[in-house]
């Protein structure tokens, strides 16, 4: 196998790039932070001293970072040092981005000498660690095809979708989705536990009805143990809300529940559980219901 770079900061692309080691690497790995990369060094990948060091070593450099700016500073872009480093090269971003931005890189790469795919994953920490995420990609058909195997070693369903930014705007699309629902069960509970009811009596009933998922299974024991660590952050879906709302504006498209979403984590942002779980909106639900009996 092809040694494969791997900028990995941030809750998800650790767990994701350790599940790709363990397949059988090799890979070159790089995160600001060298602590939080110890774990993919003890299973065996090499870690950079830098991003240029996991271009020169490699052919296929994946990214998993936060934000456009964040993508624009590994790969250089602006600088002379861009196209040394996306040259002959395949550059996949597994982040969800804009579907501008991913379009507009995609043609920086392809003018500078490189090839770009782009691969959003939907899912969280434990899903990525369980390597059961869910992969959007898109791109040129050959570069799928090279990607396919990578991704199968982190994710449990690799899903094609066209051309850059098809896998963007299926991301967003799903992320819809999964806001409500999250959401929506968030204020259930909260409406449960002010009614006097036992939590765990309402998950008994929630998680044997056909209301139950994988992400309920997940999310409403959670809430239920006020169990806030970030698997998504509220700060997170907030960026991704943004991001299907400018897409959906910029195609004429009405979004009255994304828009409603958006309100509410805004909320828990300003009370200061932006890095918490999404469903510390449950917190600012209580707070809004506290100030409303003042």
């Known amino acids: 196998m092809d040694t494969i770079g791997f900028i990995v900061p941030g809750t998800m692309g650790e767990p994701m790039a350790l599940n790709l ?28 001293v830098g991003p240029a060091e996991v271009f020169a070593r490699c052919r296929v450099v994946l990214a998993m970072l936060v934000d456009g700016v964040a993508l624009d ?20 971003s597994l982040a969800t981005h804009s579907a501008a931005y ?39 058909p050959a570069d799928l095809e090279r990607l396919r195997p990578l991704l199968a070693a982190m994710c449990r369903q690799v899903v094609p979708c066209g051309a850059v930014p098809g896998g963007t705007l299926m991301k967003i699309s799903t992320a819809l989705f999964n806001i409500a629902m999250i959401t929506a069960l968030s204020e259930a509970m909260n409406f449960a536990a002010r009614q006097g009811l036992d939590l765990d009596r309402f998950n008994e009933v929630l998680l044997g009805s056909p209301m139950a998922s994988d992400v309920a299974r997940v999310k409403a024991p959670k809430i239920a143990r006020r169990d806030f660590a970030a698997q998504a952050s509220v700060r997170n879906v907030l960026d991704v809300n943004r991001l ?36 510390a909106v449950l917190k600012a639900y209580e707070v809004s219901s506290r100030e409303a009996l003042r």
């Open 21 to 48: 080691q363990k397949a059988g690497g090799p890979l070159v790995v790089w995160n600001r932070n060298p602590v939080k990369a110890e774990a993919l060094v003890q299973a065996g990948a090499l870690l950079a």
């Open 244 to 279: 299907l709302v400018e897409a959906a504006r910029a195609s004429g498209i009405p979004t009255p529940l994304a828009d409603a979403c958006r309100r509410v984590h805004e909320q828990a942002l300003a009370m200061g559980f932006g890095d918490e779980d999404m469903i």
């Open 73 to 92: 500073q590994v790969l250089g872009r602006g600088t002379p040092a861009f196209a040394e480093r996306v040259s002959g090269r395949l550059v996949v």
């Open 102 to 140: 991913s379009k507009g890189l995609e043609a920086a790469i392809r003018a500078a000498g490189g090839r770009y795919a782009e691969a959003p994953v939907s899912g969280s920490r434990k899903p990525a660690e369980a390597g059961q995420l869910v992969a959007m990609m898109a791109g040129d």
